[in-house]
């Protein structure tokens, strides 16, 4: 068979879904491609959902990934709408929940995950949301009315974001996070301090080491009252639980795949079968900088994943191990982080951390393997070229302002 003849499915249209379809086509691919996603809508990018596009200041169609005519230009096979409910690893074949049948040469999973519910009394009820994609932002933003009280639960990525939209937007806003710092899963203690200090001087209520027991409806229905474990009542408008992701891997694992918190791939994005493979956030692999499995839910991961999975069922030799990158904005700041920061790296500081601009490094064994900071995209330019070149430096001279990065 040659290869215009083949099909290459894809299950999940978002960005990593996105990615692999127009890489097939752009590597020259002339076969059928089948873009299968269960929602209404062509490939998105969902950063803005928390930023822009909750704040009203950007248009949905904004967040696509391809402009209507480039979409319309890659010839898809594209089923909005559609879910897959079943492959069928001997017959090659992906069952849709409509009664549809698609036979494929290759399958490329990108079904991302879905946001985590809380799992307390309350949970379902009106004004309780969480946030995932553009159909949720939508009913989220139609909540953030100014005055009105909102609870967040989760002091991570999604949770700070949507709290600095709505203080923008005028509500009055309380953070409750269980675990002692915020965003404690992925950054260091500093950045967490530097974060927490952010949130409150913008007038960000923000309860640490703190869960929540139950909501309940106030008695004229308007209201939400949620009750801390501490047993304190909360009165406020609408929660948005901001728990982390789930990963749609329940396709792969009920097929039979290798999952392990996800569908587990190689750096060629290789699932168990050699004729499935599997990118984005529903991915997990072995990251070499980190030195441990890992899911990376970030944009900068589903798009590079996306692409290397689409030349990889293509037979191009591919080696996805890429420097982690991960941005956030919020009250107008832009952090970024580069790299995998680990507690056992030497922390170096360059700036003042009492300010809106600092860069923190992580030193190991003299090699800067990791760099993050607040409103500091040129130096971390300059620290990104660092961890990629494994240059060994001296962290008095990281340290020192005086001395500019250029010059290390
Ligand atoms: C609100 C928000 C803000 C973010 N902000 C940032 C940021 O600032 N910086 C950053 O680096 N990253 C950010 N991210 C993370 C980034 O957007 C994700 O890592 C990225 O979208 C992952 O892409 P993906 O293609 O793997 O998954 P997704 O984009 O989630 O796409 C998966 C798609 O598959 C569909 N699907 C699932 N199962 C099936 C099935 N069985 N059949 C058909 N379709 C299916 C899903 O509905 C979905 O449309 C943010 C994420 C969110 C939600």
Known sequence: MSADE????????????GWAAQTLRSEGFGGRIVLIGDEAHRPYERPPLSKSVLAGEALPEMTRL??????????????PLASATRIDRAAKQLHLANGDVVGY??????????????????????????????????????????????LIVGGGWIGLEVAATARRKGLDVTVVEAMQRLCERTVPPEISAYLLRLHASNGVLVELGMGIERLAQTQGGAGLIATLVDGRTLACDAVLAGIGLVPNDELAREAGLQCEGGVMVDSQCLTSDPDILAAGDVAVWHCERAGRRMRLESWQNAQEQGIAAARSALGIAVNHQPLPWFWSDQYGINLQIFGMPAPEHLAVVRGDMQGDSFVVFFLDAGKVVAALGPNAARDLRFARRLIERGTTVDAGQLADLQVPLSKI
């Open 66 to 79: 391809q402009k209507p005519e480039a979409f319309d230009a890659l010839e898809l096979d594209w089923r």
């Open 6 to 17: 083949k099909t290459i499915a894809i299950v999940g249209a978002g960005q990593a879904g």
């Open 105 to 150: 040469d290759k399958l490329i999973l990108c079904t991302g995950g879905r946001a985590r519910r809380l799992g307390i009394p309350g949970a379902e009820l009106p004004g309780v949301f969480t946030l995932r994609n553009l159909d949720d932002a939508a009913a989220l933003g139609a909540a953030l009315v100014p005055g009105r009280r909102l």
